[in-house]
């Protein structure tokens, strides 16, 4: 006849669920969107930008002007 184990087995808590490891680097896009990029404090051009525009500085980029050209190649 065997006795049981008379001592007291704890419940042990189950693993977290290991933390996904991406298979591949973020995306510029997703790197560029995540808000631990800066550690909150914003880039000095950023500063430079939000202080032309408040000074009332126009965008002076070209960006109205390619995307036309892109849209007509694109034809």
């Not at 591949?24 to 560029?32: G, M, T």
């Given at each position: ?13 189950p693993a977290a ?59």
């Amino acid at each position: 006849m065997k006795l049981h184990d008379t001592k007291k087995r704890t419940a042990s808590k189950p693993a977290a669920p290991p933390t996904p490891v991406p298979s591949e680097p973020p995306l510029p896009h997703e790197r560029d969107e995540s808000s631990r990029m800066t550690g909150g404090v914003p880039s000095k051009v950023v500063q430079q930008g939000a202080r032309d525009l408040n000074r009332g500085l126009e965008d002076t980029s070209r960006s109205p002007e390619a995307d036309r050209a892109y849209k007509k190649l694109k034809k």
